[in-house]
């Protein structure tokens, strides 16, 4: 089994607003990821307290991208807005960094999203 991501990895969450980014976030920095910031479209400039952090938020993964040059993202969004979420996050990687790891959690996305996802994903060959 390959490893995607070293202990010491940036990682960005999209959704950080959220629920369930903010519940999960708070347990990762916890657990020690290092989360550099997060993405929630509409809510930039503001700063969101995960476990005893507080984390900036972006408006869009390409300015989150820049600003940290974050490494992974973990994406905790709607089932409807999560293949948009993934494509939003292989590009940003691939225009900044040239790669990085996207990891969504989200049930029951549209199977049809799924399909423009995959599609999408040949595009970005170095973002896995």
Not at 36 to 60: C, E, F, I, Q, W
Not at 66 to 85: D, K, N, Q, R, W
Not at 94 to 121: K, Y
Request: negative net charge; charged residues 15%.
């Amino acid at each position: 089994m390959s490893i995607w991501v070293g202990e010491d990895a940036k990682v960005l969450i999209q959704g950080v607003t959220g629920r369930q980014g903010t519940f999960h976030g708070s347990k990762m920095v916890e657990y020690g990821t290092d989360i550099v910031g997060g993405v929630t479209p509409g809510k930039g400039g503001m700063a969101v307290s995960l476990h005893d952090r507080m984390v900036p938020v972006y408006n869009s993964m390409e300015e989150a991208v820049g600003e940290t040059m974050a490494e992974v993202s973990v994406i905790y969004v709607p089932p409807p807005y999560a293949g948009a979420a993934i494509k939003e996050a292989a590009s940003a990687f691939q225009s900044v960094r040239g790669g990085g790891l996207v990891v969504c959690i989200t049930e029951g996305i549209p199977i049809l999203d799924m399909v423009d996802v995959v599609n999408a994903m040949a595009s970005y060959p170095d973002v896995r």
